[in-house]
């Protein structure tokens, strides 16, 4: 069935990006995966955190507005169904937005969320 056909389809693509990779190191660039929806990549953002000890929490919906704009910091085509993160990183624990899909190569700065809803997710 497809479950099968998608399940053969990920296998070849994770196996064409480890024969691509210079050093063949086994060591995959997250940005370099082109399938999975918001959910997966969120998901695997997450597994990623855990495993490094940065608090990081999963969340749905749109992200966080930005101060200056008013618009939303990384734009999405349906808020509904959107997964994203925040990661706390650093001395100061400063949160971070990580959008895996949207926006893969770009931090946003969490603002205007209080610290005790932070501190409840994490």
Do not use: F
Not at 35 to 57: E, F, I, Q, Y
Not at 88 to 116: F, N, Q
Not at 117 to 122: A, E, K, P
């Amino acid at each position: 069935g497809a479950h099968v056909d998608l399940l053969g389809a990920c296998r070849k693509h994770v196996a064409n990006l480890v024969e691509r990779l210079e050093d063949r190191s086994g060591v995959i660039n997250l940005s370099s995966v082109r399938l999975g929806d918001s959910r997966h990549r969120a998901l695997l953002c997450k597994l990623v955190c855990d495993r490094m000890n940065l608090p990081c929490c999963m969340l749905r919906g749109s992200v966080p507005l930005d101060p200056i704009t008013g618009e939303p910091s990384i734009p999405v085509q349906d808020a509904a169904t959107h997964h994203w993160n925040i990661v706390r990183a650093g001395e100061t624990g400063t949160c971070y937005i990580v959008d895996c899909c949207a926006a893969p190569s770009r931090l946003g700065l969490v603002e205007g969320m209080g610290s005790d809803l932070l501190d409840t997710l994490m």
